[in-house]
């Protein structure tokens, strides 16, 4: 279980993009990683095609490892880990670990 799910804020804990925090727009479950909207963007050469005509650079963005992220707690607003709660009627929800909500 990844526990980081599509569309979920996530914030970058190392390498060159570290600080940053950014909604998590692509899951790669067998590599562990994440594609981070405006994390880890990196220039792409083009060539010239019929759809492009001048070819050029276009700015990506690539994926990241899991462990280099954590989620973004709501509430206050800084990185935290979470944990699981199993609720009265039996569904699994995501809680904080330092204010104890609901991710």
């Known amino acids: 279980m990844l526990g980081i799910k599509?569309?979920?804020?996530?914030?970058?804990?190392a390498g060159k993009d570290k600080?940053?925090?950014g909604k998590v727009i692509g899951i790669l479950r067998e590599e562990n990683r994440l594609v981070?909207?405006?994390?880890?963007?990196?220039?792409?050469?083009?060539?010239?095609?019929?759809q492009n005509p001048n070819g050029g650079?276009?700015?990506?963005e690539r994926p990241i490892h899991i462990s280099n992220v954590m989620l973004m707690d709501k509430k206050l607003?800084?990185?935290t880990r979470f944990g699981t709660q199993i609720?009265?009627?039996?569904?699994?929800i995501r809680?904080?670990?330092?204010?104890s909500e609901a991710i």
């Open 36 to 50: 981070i909207e405006g994390i880890n963007v990196v220039k792409k050469a083009v060539r010239k095609t019929q």
């Open 19 to 21: 600080g940053k925090s």
């Open 87 to 92: 609720l009265a009627d039996g569904t699994k």
């Open 77 to 79: 607003n800084k990185p």
């Open 57 to 60: 650079f276009n700015q990506i």
């Open 95 to 99: 809680i904080s670990k330092k204010s």
């Open 6 to 13: 599509k569309n979920d804020v996530v914030v970058v804990i």
